[in-house]
């Protein structure tokens, strides 16, 4: 019964988001901080994990090429079709459940805590729309992350199959352009932003939810981050299976 009442309770915290709005003034503030805080203070990791992942998927990939008959440029298109259609979309969202949802929760958990949330519903304001949708319209960046990510993660793995000597930049190239379909591009952006409601959402949810002192704000954030993660992995199948099968 727990959870068909978390269920119940976040869909009309969905429906609160953007019921009796903040005046633009002060949204328009909101809004810039949270891109700030969620979308530039990601590039970092972001840039970090998809260039070295992307460097390791092509040196496995390569490795386990043994047969000779098998051209090279594969693994320039192996590489390619593991960045776009699951690494870049599906595995930085997992990683951004952690940074960015932890980040939510508990910077709301906390008002949640010192009774800031308490205050701004005395003072008429809808506090969900006030804390959740700069969030949810910061996420909305969230597909430019992810480029980036495809970018950097096909790059990467340009470096590792150059200087480890895997195949020809030439081999490479040709493996990257390789029957590519633009489709592929289109699916990864629709998961993603699907992703970034959810990750604007369900972290939002538990730390505005939350009951306790400062411990719970950590195990809210413990929490948040493993629905987040769930619910990702959950609709990335749906999605899949829906777009391209």
């Known amino acids: 019964m727990t959870y068909l009442h978390n269920i119940g309770a976040y869909f009309i915290m969905v429906k609160d988001i953007f019921r009796k709005p903040t005046k633009w003034s002060v949204m328009k503030g909101l809004i810039l901080k949270d891109i700030d805080d969620l979308i530039i203070g990601s590039f970092g990791i972001v840039a970090f994990i998809s260039f070295f992942v992307g460097g390791v998927v092509t040196i496995q990939t390569a490795l386990n090429i043994t047969n000779p008959l098998i051209p090279k440029y594969l693994v320039g298109f192996a590489t390619r079709q593991s960045v776009i259609l699951e690494f870049a979309p599906t595995f930085i969202s997992i990683i951004m459940a952690g940074k960015v949802g932890s980040f939510i929760t508990s910077s709301i958990g906390t008002m949640r805590v010192t009774e800031q949330i308490d205050a701004l519903e005395v003072m008429g304001i ?11 319209v910061a996420l909305m960046l969230y597909p430019f992350v992810i480029s980036i990510a495809m970018f950097l993660g096909i790059l ?10 895997f195949s020809t930049l030439d081999d490479y190239i040709t493996g990257i ?5 633009p489709f592929h591009i ?3 952006f629709i998961k993603t932003i699907v ?13 505005f939810f939350m009951k306790g002192g400062a411990l719970e704000v950590g195990k809210a954030s413990t929490t948040a981050f493993v629905w987040t993660s769930v619910a990702i992995i959950l609709l990335n199948y749906i999605i899949t299976q829906l777009l391209l099968s």
């Not at 793995?157 to 150059?162: H, L």
């Open 186 to 188: 289109t699916y990864a």
């Open 156 to 165: 990467g793995g340009m470096a590792a199959c150059i200087y480890g000597g």
């Open 195 to 207: 992703f970034a409601f959810l990750l604007a959402t369900i972290p939002s949810f538990y730390g």
């Open 177 to 181: 352009q390789l029957d590519f379909m």
């Open 126 to 136: 809808n506090a969900i729309n006030y804390l959740v949708f700069p969030k949810f």
